[in-house]
DNA sequence: GATTGTGAAGTAGTTCACAGCT
DNA sequence: AGCTGTGAACTACTTCACAATC
C-alpha cells in the first residue's frame, strides 16, 4: 500500500493540520474535499499535500478529490491516533492543570493517567479529573504499571533533566517537554519541546524586521 | 556589520535556543563558549551555530571562542528581547491563566498588559496579576491605548478567527495563537502557532513506527 | 473537465572541510 | 594548537508540470 521509505518530518506535522478541517467537514460539509480547499483551510500548497498524503497510499480519486471520512481515518490511522494513548504529568502547577484539563488533548484520546510533583504540599490532592497528585519518586512504579507510553513535562526548567531521566527509567517512549531547555534522552525515546516563548522571540524579530523594511 | 540578506527562519529560532545555556552559564560558568560545548547543550551540529551567528556579524575569537556575556547581548539585540515587549491575551481559562503567570514570559520581558474574555461571568475579575478582564469589545480600544504588539489567542478553535480579527483591527503586529486551527492574518501581522496535539501526535507516530521497525 | 499522483526542477537548509586568525 | 568564519558539497523539502484517471 505504502512506498514508505522515509517520510520527511514536515509531513507528519501537516497531517496533523490536515486533520483538523476534516473533522470541521465531517460534521457539516460536503463529504468531498480537493488538495486545493484542504491546502487553503491549512495555509500550505494544494501539491504539498496531495505529495503528503502519496507517501502513504493513494486516498484520492482522480477527478474527483478525497473522501472527507476515508481521509480522516487514514491520517488517524498513521499517525495512530485512532486508540487512546496514555499520559502523565509531571509538575502540576498552573501549567500542567491546564493541560491536564485541555479540551483537545482529551477530544483526540489523550489520556492523562498519572500525575506527579515534586512538592510534597501538592503531593495527595486530588485534582478535578480525580487524578491523585503523586511524589516524583513514584513515576517509575506508576507509570509501569498504568502502562504509560508518553509522559508530559511541566516543571520548572532547573528540575527538568532529572524528571526526564525518572521518565526514561519508567519507559516512557515519548516526552513533550514544556520547559525551555533541551533535554537529554536515550535513542527509544523521543523528545518534542513546546517552548512557547521560542515563538515569542520569533515574533519579536520579525516584528522589529518590519520596522526595518519600513524605514 | 552584517552580510543580512535573507536570514532562515530554523536561524531565528535556533537564535532563541541559544541564549538558554548562555543564561545560565552567565551566572556560573566560564565566560568564554566554543560552538562545540554550545552546539552540544542546544542539540545541534557546531557548524550550524558558526554559520547561524555569522549570519549577523563576527561575534566569536579564532582560536579561543566567543564571549558568554557579548554573545548573549547580541542575541537579545537580535531577537529584540532586550527591551519589554507589551502582550494581551483573550480567553482567560486554565491556558490563559497559566500563561498570564508563566515565569518565563515575565523572565524574558515579556509584560501582559490586558486581558480579555467573551464570558460576561467573568469580565469585571481581577487576576493575581492585577489585571481586569474586560469583554473582547474593547480590544480594538484597549490595545491601541495600551500600545500592545503582541496578541495571543487562548481560546477555544471556534472562536479564534473572530478574536484574531479583532487583534488585527486592534494593530497588532504579531499573535501567538494556542487554539489548534489556522488564522488567517493580514500581510503586516504574523502568526505563530502553537499546538501542543500537533507535537502528541507526532510522538505517537513515532511510537508506533518504532514499535514497527523493531517487528 | 476536473483533480489526483508523481518524476523532475527548483529552493532552502545543513554539514564539510579548510583557510585565516589569535 | 585551537577555534572561528565561510565557500562548496550535500541533503532535505517544496513546487511545477503533466500524464493518468474518473
New binding site residues.
Given amino acids: 500500500m505504502t512506498?514508505v521509505d522515509?517520510i520527511?518530518?514536515?509531513?507528519i506535522k501537516r497531517l496533523a493540520f490536515y486533520s483538523r478541517p476534516l473533522e470541521d467537514l465531517l460534521e457539516s460539509g460536503p463529504p468531498v474535499?480537493?488538495?486545493?480547499k484542504l491546502a487553503d483551510s491549512c495555509g500550505?500548497?494544494?501539491?504539498?499535500v496531495?505529495?503528503d498524503?502519496?507517501y502513504f497510499?493513494?486516498?484520492?480519486?482522480?477527478?474527483?478529490?478525497?473522501d472527507v471520512r476515508d481521509l480522516l481515518r487514514e491520517i488517524k490511522r498513521i499517525l495512530a491516533t485512532d486508540k487512546p494513548v496514555y499520559l502523565c504529568i509531571v509538575g502540576v502547577g498552573n501549567l500542567g492543570t491546564s493541560l491536564i484539563e485541555n479540551e483537545n488533548f482529551k477530544k483526540r484520546g489523550y489520556r492523562f493517567k498519572a500525575a506527579f510533583d515534586s512538592d510534597p504540599e501538592k503531593q495527595g490532592e486530588k485534582l478535578a479529573c480525580g487524578l491523585i497528585i503523586e511524589p516524583n519518586h513514584r513515576i517509575r512504579e506508576v507509570c509501569r504499571e498504568k502502562e504509560i507510553e508518553i509522559g508530559v513535562i511541566a516543571t520548572p526548567p532547573r528540575g527538568a533533566q532529572r524528571v526526564c531521566d525518572l521518565l526514561l527509567d519508567a519507559g516512557v517512549k515519548g516526552i513533550l517537554n514544556f520547559a525551555p531547555m533541551q533535554v537529554r534522552t536515550t535513542g527509544d525515546c523521543r523528545v518534542e519541546n513546546v517552548d512557547f516563548t521560542v515563538k515569542l522571540e520569533n515574533l519579536a524579530y520579525h516584528l522589529h524586521r518590519l520596522d526595518e523594511s519600513e524605514g
Fill in positions: 512506498k522515509k520527511p518530518e514536515p509531513t474535499i480537493s488538495s486545493e500550505v500548497h494544494p501539491a504539498q496531495r505529495k498524503l502519496a497510499g493513494e486516498f484520492g480519486v482522480r477527478g474527483v478529490g478525497y
